[in-house]
């Protein structure tokens, strides 16, 4: 048999998070908090379609406090084909960023040589070629699914109407509010997916896992580095987004049993309030993590430093 089976377990897996919105409602703002979050001591790259907008924060207080160490950006200017994107995805990536946010998604898809030009200028009898558009399209989506980044996507977001049939079979046009400019099953491929509202930036889910919910319990919070540090810590199989103490001192053991870089990656997760549920276990913790250190390192190596957390 070629296949190895063996019991599932909690693995590390990248994020793949949308957000949509309307123009000023804070889509790339919104971004680089969470990929502050995100990327915890790894770095953040930009991918600015945007004609150089996406430096506009680089000086921003609140960004310049959530990422001390900056960003790193690159530009991308027309044409804004899918394989340009996968590309950039993978320069970014060999560039060593953990997490990147990609400004903006939308032109792939009816920006200048994105799909809806491909389709447009590979006609066949007249007829625009979706089935070429589509499959690079596809292509690219492989691509993001296979990066070991987190990545970000920053959507324009339009009011959509849609025709349906009354009962005496004439055409009704029924708004359906505002929905990504994105091909129809990109949001579906989403960790995560948001649309943030124009005049007050809270985030509306409109794709979430189970488990995350907590995140977004009663009245909608902005997008912070709060939020970006809880989604890492549950990509990496840590901290739960609800504080439930028990689960928290069992995997704080976990981590502890693995080494101090382990343990301090995973206290650098947890909200105040998750750090005071588990402080009673901290100082444990800390020596269990000691332990794990000595036993991994070789022989004649100074002792590691004390923790300072």
């Not at 491909?118 to 979706?130: S, Y």
Request: glycine share 10%; aromatic share 8%.
């Amino acid at each position: 048999m070629s296949f190895a089976i063996t019991p599932a377990k909690r693995k590390s897996v990248p994020m793949l998070i949308s957000l949509a919105g309307v123009s000023g409602s804070g889509k790339t703002y919104s971004a680089l908090l969470l990929a502050a979050g995100l990327a915890g001591k790894g770095s953040v790259g930009f991918l600015d379609t945007e004609n150089g907008r996406g430096s506009m924060y680089a000086d921003s207080p609140g960004i310049m406090s959530a990422l001390p160490d900056g960003y790193e950006i690159a530009e991308m200017k027309e044409p804004f084909a899918p394989s340009r994107y996968s590309e950039a995805v993978d320069g970014f990536e060999r560039h060593g960023c953990k997490v990147l946010v990609i400004d903006s998604m939308t032109h792939e898809w009816e920006g200048h040589g994105g799909c809806s030009d491909i389709a447009e200028n590979n006609k066949m009898k007249g007829t625009p070629n979706w089935i070429l558009a589509k499959r690079e399209h596809k292509r690219m989506m492989n691509c993001l699914l296979a990066s070991g980044m987190h990545l970000i996507f920053c959507l324009r977001a339009r009011e959509k109407i849609k025709v349906m049939k009354d009962a005496n079979g004439k055409d009704q046009f029924v708004p359906i509010g505002l929905q990504p400019i994105q091909e129809k099953n990109f949001t579906f491929e989403m960790t995560l997916s948001l649309l943030l509202e124009e005049g007050t930036h809270r985030p509306i889910v409109t794709k979430c896992p189970e488990p995350l919910l907590p995140l977004f319990a009663g009245e909608q919070p902005l997008v912070t580095k709060e939020m970006g540090r809880k989604l890492r810590a549950w990509s990496e199989g840590g901290a739960p987004a609800e504080e439930n103490p028990d689960v928290l001192f069992k995997q704080g053991t976990e981590y502890a049993a693995q080494g101090t870089v382990s343990y301090t990656d995973f206290w650098e997760t947890l909200t105040g309030k998750q750090k005071k549920l588990l402080l009673p276990k901290h100082d444990e913790n800390k020596e269990l993590a000691r332990m794990a250190d000595e036993r991994q390192k070789p022989a004649n190596v100074a002792p590691a430093a004390g923790l300072d957390y």
